[in-house]
């Protein structure tokens, strides 16, 4: 049986204090429970308590020895571009090369205000990370853009070198799908159904293969309540509705609930169409038990 790794999105702050759980053991647990990978989304200023990305990471990192330690997803061009890689080079560091680099341009344009960065810059920007991350891991003296515009040439150089991690572009648009292709080792749409990973596919390997690269994995990030029933589902539902701005009738199969044995079936629809790694935030339910249930499915899938 052709493998699916599952990993699953760090409790933030509410949820740790509602559990009483640390971001150590959060990242412990689910190591144990056997899932394959441990996540952390990168935000600014969203209005609530919310953990800086590559801090929480490091956390995981220095409590686990196994699973990939993920970004859901990073925003490198919201930083600059020297700054942002020294966070994934010390994430690499510290991680034993574990690191997985979910990368996206988004966030809303609130955010990038906060971090005084022009919101319609975030596309140029996010390119450019991309394609000089891979010298500035390496240890590369590179002239930065940004080094450019302030009026000197200096390069800069950064160590200790390591190696690239694989770098997943998020978000299922056409720009990240041109995205992905061109440079990434990814594609990393959430919340769309597996026809939308499908369609998806044939596209990325299309345009994959007119740069001469092999086409992308695919790894999709979605919402899960395991052992919610109808109403579970319907709530999860209407707050991705709400907070994305998506038909409520368009995004009402996406949340993942019910059984083990239906999770399970529901993310062999998105193995068949192509996936090969599902990232699931906890959307209900103690988030201990959710994550063991999570590690049920996975096995289940797996036979």
């Given at each position: 049986?052709?493998?699916f790794?599952?990993?699953?999105?760090?409790?933030g702050?509410a949820?740790?204090?509602?559990?009483g759980?640390t971001?150590?053991?959060?990242?412990?647990?689910?190591?144990?429970?056997?899932?394959?990978?441990?996540?952390?989304?990168?935000?600014?200023?969203?209005?609530?308590?919310?953990?800086?990305a590559?801090?929480?990471?490091?956390?995981?990192?220095?409590?686990?020895?196994?699973?990939?330690?993920?970004t859901?997803?990073?925003?490198?061009?919201?930083?600059?571009?020297a700054?942002a890689a020294?966070?994934v080079a010390?994430?690499?560091?510290?991680?034993?090369e574990?690191?997985?680099?979910?990368?996206?341009s988004?966030?809303?344009?609130?955010?990038?205000?906060?971090a005084?960065?022009p919101?319609g810059?975030?596309?140029r920007?996010?390119?450019?990370?991309l394609?000089l991350?891979?010298?500035?891991?390496?240890?590369?003296?590179?002239?930065?853009?940004?080094?450019?515009?302030?009026?000197?040439d200096?390069?800069?150089?950064?160590?200790?070198?390591?190696?690239?991690?694989?770098?997943?572009?998020?978000?299922?648009?056409?720009?990240?799908?041109?995205?992905?292709?061109r440079?990434g080792?990814?594609?990393?749409?959430s919340?769309?159904?597996?026809?939308?990973?499908?369609?998806?596919?044939?596209?990325?390997?299309e345009l994959?293969?007119?740069?001469?690269?092999?086409?992308?994995?695919?790894?999709?990030?979605?919402?899960?309540?395991?052992?919610?029933?109808?109403?579970a589902?319907?709530?999860?539902?209407s707050g991705i509705s709400?907070?994305?701005?998506?038909p409520?009738?368009?995004?009402?199969g996406?949340?993942?609930?019910?059984?083990?044995?239906?999770?399970?079936?529901?993310?062999?629809e998105?193995?068949?169409?192509?996936a090969?790694?599902?990232?699931?935030?906890v959307?209900?339910?103690?988030?201990?038990a959710q994550?063991?249930?999570?590690?049920?499915?996975?096995?289940l899938?797996?036979r």
């Amino acid at each position: 049986m052709e493998s699916f790794e599952i990993g699953v999105i760090l409790p933030g702050v509410a949820v740790q204090r509602r559990d009483g759980l640390t971001l150590a053991e959060a990242a412990r647990h689910a190591e144990r429970a056997g899932l394959d990978g441990v996540w952390h989304g990168d935000h600014l200023a969203i209005g609530g308590p919310v953990l800086d990305a590559p801090i929480a990471l490091a956390t995981a990192a220095a409590a686990t020895t196994r699973v990939r330690i993920g970004t859901s997803v990073f925003i490198p061009a919201i930083r600059p571009l020297a700054w942002a890689a020294k966070q994934v080079a010390t994430l690499q560091y510290v991680s034993g090369e574990r690191l997985v680099l979910g990368v996206g341009s988004g966030g809303g344009p609130a955010q990038w205000a906060a971090a005084g960065v022009p919101y319609g810059e975030r596309g140029r920007r996010t390119d450019t990370a991309l394609e000089l991350l891979p010298r500035l891991l390496a240890g590369e003296p590179v002239r930065l853009p940004e080094a450019v515009a302030a009026d000197t040439d200096q390069p800069v150089q950064l160590a200790p070198a390591v190696p690239m991690p694989p770098v997943w572009v998020g978000n299922a648009s056409a720009a990240a799908i041109r995205r992905a292709a061109r440079l990434g080792d990814g594609w990393f749409p959430s919340l769309i159904s597996p026809q939308e990973v499908s369609r998806g596919r044939v596209r990325l390997a299309e345009l994959a293969d007119g740069h001469g690269r092999p086409a992308p994995v695919i790894a999709i990030g979605g919402a899960a309540h395991v052992g919610g029933g109808p109403a579970a589902q319907a709530e999860i539902a209407s707050g991705i509705s709400g907070a994305y701005g998506r038909p409520l009738e368009e995004v009402a199969g996406i949340p993942l609930t019910g059984p083990p044995e239906e999770v399970a079936e529901r993310l062999a629809e998105y193995r068949a169409a192509g996936a090969g790694h599902a990232v699931l935030g906890v959307s209900g339910g103690d988030w201990r038990a959710q994550v063991d249930l999570l590690a049920e499915a996975r096995d289940l899938l797996r036979r």
